[in-house]
């Protein structure tokens, strides 16, 4: 998959989730997301930035790879805002990005994060869940 295909679902997501919330289907416009989320997970898994990071041949793929990634987050942190404010801003806060703001409706639009932009390591915002072992 390529960055492309991100920025069609994007798209797709807007109108997916403007649609849901319009008719108060919240649990179908958190499925959209979720979607979103897993494509993006697919893309990291087929892109492989930890290997392009090895060479310095491919250190363009690699940028165009990070910024498709972020601006995906960027994305989904917006969608995100009504369900799980906290997070989101969380979320915006590493990305270097203003939050306590109503989302405007470029922020549903790709594009909006700017090339070079400097983002903060911070804390895992999901942490990986460890199931206990049951004997």
Same mark, same amino acid.
């Given at each position: 998959?390529?960055?492309?295909?991100?920025?069609?679902?994007?798209?797709?997501?807007?109108?997916? %989730?403007?649609?849901?919330?319009?008719?108060?289907?919240?649990?179908?416009?958190?499925?959209?997301?979720?979607?979103?989320?897993?494509?993006?997970? /697919?893309? #990291?898994?087929?892109?492989?930035?930890? %290997?392009?990071? /090895?060479?310095?041949?491919?250190?363009? /793929?690699?940028?165009? %790879?990070?910024?498709?990634?972020?601006?995906?987050?960027?994305?989904?942190?917006?969608?995100?805002?009504?369900?799980?404010?906290?997070?989101?801003?969380?979320?915006?806060?590493?990305?270097?990005?203003?939050?306590?703001?109503?989302? #405007?409706?470029?922020?549903?639009?790709?594009?909006?994060?700017?090339?070079?932009?400097? %983002?903060? /390591?911070?804390?895992?915002?999901?942490?990986?869940?460890?199931?206990?072992? #049951?004997?």
């Amino acid at each position: 998959m390529e960055g492309k295909g991100l920025i069609e679902r994007s798209a797709k997501l807007n109108d997916e %989730v403007d649609h849901a919330m319009s008719n108060l289907q919240f649990s179908r416009a958190l499925e959209s997301i979720w979607d979103y989320i897993g494509l993006v997970n /697919k893309y #990291v898994e087929i892109s492989k930035p930890w %290997v392009l990071a /090895k060479e310095l041949s491919e250190r363009n /793929k690699l940028n165009e %790879v990070l910024y498709n990634l972020v601006e995906s987050i960027r994305i989904i942190s917006s969608f995100i805002l009504p369900f799980m404010p906290n997070v989101a801003a969380e979320m915006y806060n590493q990305l270097g990005l203003p939050s306590g703001e109503e989302p #405007v409706e470029s922020d549903f639009s790709w594009g909006g994060m700017r090339p070079g932009t400097k %983002v903060c /390591k911070g804390s895992p915002i999901f942490p990986k869940f460890e199931h206990p072992i #049951v004997n």
